[in-house]
């Protein structure tokens, strides 16, 4: 007998899914807003966002803070955006080795 994996997921049919990825990839900083207000909304409907969307939720504050630090011509040697840059890559790389973790849980940085 064949069985059935049922995975739950924020998104409500596909074309949610399509706009969220058109808005993360358009060159307008006001659609990478609206991307940011659709990864909440999708946070609020579920306890937890997969790694992969808390991400991009980050890289996507990353692209709006340079953009205004470029309207501003403002760069700080400790800015918001090297900040947002290390959470990013900390969320990035949390997400990839989830599944490590999970495997090898007794190595986990998180059980110390």
Do not use: W
């Not at 706009?19 to 060159?27: D, G, P, R, V, W």
């Amino acid at each position: 007998m064949a069985s059935i994996t049922l995975t739950v997921t924020p998104f409500r049919n596909d074309q949610e899914v399509r706009k969220l990825i058109e808005l993360a990839y358009s060159n307008a900083i006001e659609d990478k807003r609206e991307a940011i207000n659709k990864i909440n909304e999708l946070e609020a409907r579920i306890s937890q966002l997969p790694m992969g969307l808390g991400s991009l939720k980050h890289i996507l504050k990353i692209e709006i803070i340079r953009s205004e630090q470029e309207e501003q011509n403002r760069t700080d040697e400790n800015s918001a955006l090297q900040y947002a840059c290390a959470v990013a890559v900390l969320k990035f790389v949390d997400a990839v080795s989830a599944p490590y973790r999970v495997h090898h849980s007794r190595l986990s940085y998180r059980n110390i």
